[in-house]
Structure formats: structure tokens, C-alpha cells
């Protein structure tokens, strides 16, 4: 409906005021308003669409988010529910990215503690993939055209600026936002490190917690999440990143090391001990402690899955090349499938 509306109203710029699904409708609408006669799989990201590149100028987006977490008045993605393959996916394209964004923690006064929960989960995860992801140099032959370059170069030293000071200021931050509503400077530093994070990740990418995300909440038939809407089964994306966070982290550990146990730290693990081999582990371990005291639910099974999902679900997250190939260590069936087993209880 919003590229219909973009095609036939046919704006000179476009303003988006809302959460990250807003702003990235209204990148949707700014794309396929250009390309007038563009079908949608066009630029959705491959396998799932054909993954054009975006050649021509868009229009003028300038982004208002009202929410803490997303990121995207920041980034050149924009995620949505394919619902024809059952799976969430996107369109990644530097070009999609706002001219202006418009940061104010006045705007997130109103957001109910859950949607301060979610929303600020995505700011965590941001930014721990973006730090943990393969390096930009390790990512593999260039592309033969430089518009076909991915939005997403994997972690490197600017991103990696971003992705720590996000981190830092999440660990601190979130626990406080989420249990008192009236605290404007956790708000403030949410809003802020969302857009931090924001920086980090739409230039380094993220992987393992984003990709096996899409699956979970796109394959949700039935779970509703406290004040979010009812009427119809929702899992809210920071919700269904953080859960497999845990798992991710075990798996992720044995490369970078030292960057898994620094993530512990400022989580608040006591790393003086720790063993390089353990670093995974540990991490796991603290992002269990931290999780559990926010009230995130125990794992995918909270959402209704089973073992016997698994399949469905890995079938679900393979596409989600985007992403999964961010991953310091190469992931395939099994190793995703392994990770959403550890993931259906983390407490």
C-alpha cells in the first residue's frame, strides 16, 4: 500500500516518523516510487529476490525514530515479512539510506516497557554482531561492479568505533530505560546508542542472532508478545534476535576471542580468570544473566517451538545469505539447526 501510494502521489521528498518498520516502509515506498515500474523481488536481497542494485538517486527520506533500537534512520536496509516464503527478508543498498535523521529521546517518552525491551535488545544485538563479525578483509573476492558491493562489509575499524561505544552505553542503559519509564537520561543514551549502533552495524553487517531471527519470527503461527498488538500472532524482532544470543555466542566464541570476552566484561562478567578457549562460554553465560533479569522469554520454545520445528526453521534461516555469511565461523544446515536446539531453553 505504501509504494502504491508513493507511485501515485509522486513526492518530492518523504518524512518518516515512527519505529524501524516505518522507516523502512518508507525506504521501500522512496525505492519503488523511483523505479516505477520495478516488481518487488527486483531488489529484495538474493535467493529470495534478485538482489538489483540501485543505480538512479532517490528521493530526499528524512527519518524521525520514535523508537530505541532499530537503528535504521542510519542504515540502508529495510526489513519486511515476505509472507509468500514464509520468512522475513529486506533490501540492502546504500542508497536507501535517510539523508537526514532527526534523533530525539522526547520522541521514545511513550513507548511501553515492552517495546523499550525489544527495541533495545535490537540496540544489543547490533551491536555485538557487528563486533563479532567476520572481518572485512577476510569477506572474499570483490564484486566485479562496485554498485554490487554489499551494504554490509563485515567488521573493520570505523564500524568497530560505533559497535563498542553502542555496547558500552546498552549494558548501562537498557536495565534502567526498561524499569523506569520516567528516566530521560537512559532514554537518552538508548536513543543515541541505537543510532550508534545503527552506524556500526549498516556498515560492518550482522549475522548469526539477525539471521536465525528472521525464521523464528516469521514461522510464529501463534505467540503474542505483552503490549504489542493482539489480534494477530507477533514475536518482536529484539525479542526473537536475543533469544538464540546465547547459543550464537558459544558458537562464535573460538574466533576473536578476546572480543566475546570483552563483550562478557561489560556485561558484567569477571574475566579475570577466563580462558581464551572459554570465551564463547562466557559470554553465553553473561548474556543469560542479562537477559534473565529483563524478562526476556526463556528461549524459542516460549514461542511455541519444539524440537520437532527445528527443520522448518533452519529451511526458513538458510536463505538469509545476507547475513549468515557475516558469520566469523561458515555456518551451514547443521550448524544452525544445532544453535536453535541450545536456544529452546536459556535458563
Given at each position: 500500500?505504501?509504494?502504491?501510494?508513493?507511485?501515485?502521489?509522486?513526492?518530492?521528498?518523504?518524512?518518516?516518523?515512527?519505529?524501524?518498520?516505518?522507516i523502512?516502509?518508507?525506504?521501500?515506498?522512496?525505492?519503488?516510487?523511483?523505479?516505477?515500474?520495478?516488481?518487488?523481488?527486483?531488489?529484495?536481497?538474493?535467493?529470495?529476490?534478485?538482489?538489483?542494485?540501485?543505480?538512479?538517486?532517490?528521493?530526499?527520506l528524512?527519518?524521525?525514530?520514535?523508537?530505541?533500537?532499530?537503528?535504521?534512520?542510519?542504515?540502508?536496509?529495510?526489513?519486511?515479512?515476505?509472507?509468500?516464503?514464509?520468512?522475513?527478508?529486506?533490501?540492502?543498498?546504500?542508497?536507501?539510506?535517510?539523508?537526514l535523521?532527526?534523533?530525539?529521546?522526547?520522541?521514545?517518552r511513550?513507548?511501553?516497557?515492552?517495546?523499550?525491551?525489544?527495541?533495545?535488545?535490537?540496540?544489543?544485538?547490533?551491536?555485538?554482531?557487528?563486533?563479532?563479525?567476520?572481518?572485512?578483509?577476510?569477506?572474499?573476492?570483490?564484486?566485479?561492479?562496485?554498485?554490487?558491493?554489499?551494504?554490509?562489509?563485515?567488521?573493520?575499524?570505523?564500524?568497530?568505533?560505533w559497535?563498542?561505544?553502542?555496547?558500552?552505553?546498552?549494558?548501562?542503559?537498557?536495565?534502567?530505560?526498561?524499569?523506569?519509564?520516567?528516566?530521560?537520561?537512559?532514554?537518552?543514551?538508548?536513543?543515541?546508542?541505537?543510532?550508534?549502533?545503527?552506524?556500526?552495524?549498516?556498515?560492518?553487517?550482522?549475522?548469526?542472532?539477525?539471521?536465525?531471527?528472521?525464521?523464528?519470527?516469521?514461522?510464529?503461527?501463534?505467540?503474542?508478545?505483552?503490549?504489542?498488538?493482539?489480534?494477530?500472532?507477533?514475536?518482536?524482532?529484539?525479542?526473537?534476535?536475543?533469544?538464540?544470543?546465547?547459543?550464537?555466542?558459544e558458537?562464535?566464541?573460538?574466533?576473536?576471542?578476546?572480543?566475546?570476552?570483552?563483550?562478557a566484561?561489560?556485561?558484567?562478567?569477571?574475566?579475570?580468570?577466563?580462558?581464551?578457549?572459554?570465551?564463547g562460554?562466557?559470554?553465553?553465560?553473561a548474556?543469560?544473566?542479562?537477559?534473565?533479569?529483563l524478562?526476556?522469554?526463556?528461549?524459542?520454545?516460549?514461542?511455541?517451538?519444539?524440537?520437532?520445528?527445528?527443520?522448518?526453521?533452519?529451511?526458513?534461516?538458510?536463505?538469509?545469505?545476507?547475513?549468515?555469511?557475516?558469520?566469523?565461523?561458515?555456518?551451514?544446515?547443521?550448524?544452525?539447526?544445532?544453535?536453535?536446539?541450545?536456544?529452546?531453553?536459556?535458563?
Open positions: 500500500m505504501a509504494i502504491d501510494a508513493a507511485r501515485k502521489y509522486n513526492p518530492d521528498a518523504i518524512v518518516a516518523v515512527g519505529g524501524g518498520s516505518t523502512d516502509t518508507a525506504k521501500a515506498a522512496n525505492l519503488y516510487s523511483v523505479y516505477k515500474d520495478a516488481d518487488l523481488l527486483d531488489f529484495v536481497n538474493a535467493p529470495l529476490g534478485r538482489g538489483r542494485a540501485v543505480d538512479r538517486p532517490l528521493l530526499p528524512i527519518a524521525v525514530p520514535t523508537t530505541a533500537g532499530t537503528g535504521s534512520e542510519c542504515t540502508g536496509s529495510a526489513i519486511f515479512d515476505l509472507k509468500s516464503k514464509g520468512a522475513k527478508t529486506g533490501i540492502a543498498d546504500r542508497a536507501l539510506k535517510p539523508l535523521g532527526i534523533i530525539d529521546p522526547l520522541n521514545t511513550t513507548m511501553p516497557k515492552q517495546v523499550r525491551l525489544a527495541s533495545g535488545l535490537d540496540v544489543l544485538c547490533h551491536a555485538i554482531e557487528s563486533y563479532t563479525a567476520i572481518p572485512y578483509y577476510q569477506r572474499g573476492p570483490a564484486p566485479s561492479n562496485p554498485l554490487l558491493r554489499p551494504a554490509y562489509q563485515g567488521s573493520n575499524p570505523i564500524s568497530d568505533i559497535s563498542a561505544k553502542a555496547l558500552r552505553m546498552v549494558a548501562k542503559a537498557l536495565p534502567e530505560s526498561v524499569t523506569n519509564s520516567d528516566n530521560l537520561k537512559a532514554h537518552e543514551d538508548m536513543t543515541l546508542a541505537a543510532a550508534y549502533a545503527g552506524i556500526g552495524f549498516g556498515n560492518g553487517g550482522v549475522h548469526l542472532m539477525h539471521g536465525c531471527s528472521y525464521g523464528i519470527s516469521g514461522l510464529n503461527k501463534k505467540y503474542l508478545h505483552p503490549e504489542y498488538p493482539q489480534d494477530h500472532p507477533l514475536c518482536p524482532h529484539g525479542i526473537s534476535v536475543a533469544v538464540t544470543s546465547p547459543a550464537v555466542a558458537f562464535t566464541g573460538s574466533l576473536f576471542p578476546e572480543r566475546h570476552l570483552e563483550i566484561e561489560v556485561l558484567g562478567a569477571d574475566i579475570t580468570n577466563a580462558k581464551r578457549e572459554d570465551a562460554a562466557v559470554l553465553a553465560d548474556l543469560r544473566r542479562f537477559l534473565e533479569k524478562g526476556v522469554p526463556d528461549g524459542i520454545s516460549a514461542f511455541g517451538y519444539s524440537s520437532s520445528d527445528i527443520d522448518a526453521l533452519v529451511e526458513s534461516i538458510l536463505p538469509q545469505h545476507r547475513v549468515l555469511k557475516l558469520s566469523p565461523r561458515q555456518v551451514g544446515a547443521e550448524q544452525i539447526a544445532s544453535i536453535l536446539e541450545r536456544s529452546l531453553k536459556n535458563y
